[in-house]
Structure formats: structure tokens, C-alpha cells
């Protein structure tokens, strides 16, 4: 295979990886997990703001509620922490 064809090959997977492959912050243990997304999305990094406080999504900055809300939709209905 010619060596631009490996580029191309490469870049291919790297996008695909960006688009399905996530990691997360566990809020309780404070350790990293790779997971695969149920929905290709741009966004790779997840955590929760909220963490083990009784903190209300609407007590939270639009940022703040932003990231919580990505957490809950791919980490906490996909894997039932």
C-alpha cells in the first residue's frame, strides 16, 4: 500500500475513535474508564459537576448543566451507575 493510503487509513480511525470512543471521570472514585458511546458525538471527555453533592441541575451554570446532562445521557442510562 502506498504510504499516502496509510495516512488516509490512520486519519480514518483516529476520526472514528474522536466520534465513538469515550472516557469518564467516576465522580465517586475519581479514576478515568474508557467507554464506547451509544451515539457518535464530538465530545470525548465526560464528568459529572454534580459529583457526590445533592447539587440541582437547575442550581448549576448552563456549562455546568451542559456537561451533567451529557453525563447522565452516556454514562449514568448507559451503564447504570
Known sequence: MKPIGS???IIFFIIVGKFWIGIYNHD???S???FIKHRAIWKTYFYSPRGMSDLELREMSPSQQF???MFDEFILSQYKL
Do not use: V
Open 67 to 69: 456537561e451533567q446532562e
Open 32 to 34: 478515568s474508564h474508557i
Open 28 to 30: 465517586e472514585f475519581n
Open 7 to 9: 495516512i488516509l487509513i
